[in-house]
Antibody, heavy 124, light 111 residues
């Protein structure tokens, strides 16, 4: 079964850190770029970050640049998002999503498979 | 506020046709970047509905179609069904932001 399963969400205080995980199965994880996309409560989708198949290229939204780090372990079919210096505005459901393209991630690629999401709440 | 705009809501009766617009600018849709559409039923994850402007993934009914012209794109749904009630998001790439951008989303209500 082709799927992505996120975990690691929870409630943290402003300024704290959290590490999200995304477990992939049912497809050749190592040849696809993977994205993180978030959705604040009652709001729309916001792209957060992407990592290429080989971890050599990583790109971030300005809103998280310098605070969040995306990484992957192809030997374990796992994607991660290390979130530091968390703020109230980072409160959201975080989805991992597979890039439709193979190997390189190009701007025109769509996100063709999504996980169910994990909730992150930043509150004092 | 997103650089790609959608109407907050649209509605239609069963069997009718509705369209959802997605308006961008010269740094995203107008620059030639593809537009993709996602359907999100409340409480669930988004699902790819249309990719590369006008292509349907396997399993998506042909009642859904996409188009793009200039700095805008549209999603059309014909033969509206109750199960189509969901939020719809367009997505493209913005060269000024160097990242993917989503529209604000449109809530479709089937009357």
């Amino acid at each position: 079964q082709v799927q992505l399963v996120e975990s690691g969400g929870g409630v943290v205080q402003p300024g704290e850190s959290l590490r999200l995980s995304c477990a992939a199965s049912g497809f050749t994880f190592s040849i696809f770029g993977i994205h993180w996309v978030r959705q604040a409560p009652g709001k729309g989708l916001e792209w957060v970050a992407v990592i290429w198949y080989d971890e050599n290229h990583k790109y971030y939204a300005d809103s998280v640049k310098g605070r969040f780090t995306i990484s992957r372990d192809n030997s374990k079919n796992m994607l991660f998002l290390q979130m530091n210096s968390l703020r109230a505005e980072d409160t959201a459901i975080y989805y991992c999503a597979k890039d439709r393209g193979v190997y390189q991630v190009v701007p025109n690629d769509s996100l063709d498979m999504w996980g169910q999401g994990t909730m992150v709440t930043v509150s004092s | 506020q997103s650089v790609v705009t959608q109407p907050p809501s649209v509605s239609g009766a069963p069997g009718q046709r509705v369209t959802i617009s997605c308006t961008g600018s010269s740094s995203n849709i107008g620059a030639g970047y593809h537009v993709h559409w996602y359907q999100q039923v409340p409480g669930t994850a988004p699902k790819l509905l249309i990719y590369d402007n006008d292509n349907r993934p396997s399993g998506v009914p042909d009642r859904f179609s996409g188009s793009k012209s200039g700095t805008s794109a549209s999603l059309a749904i014909t033969g509206l069904q109750a199960e189509d009630e969901a939020d719809y998001y367009c997505q493209s790439y913005d060269s000024s932001l160097s990242g993917r951008v989503f529209g604000g989303g449109t809530k479709l209500t089937v009357l």
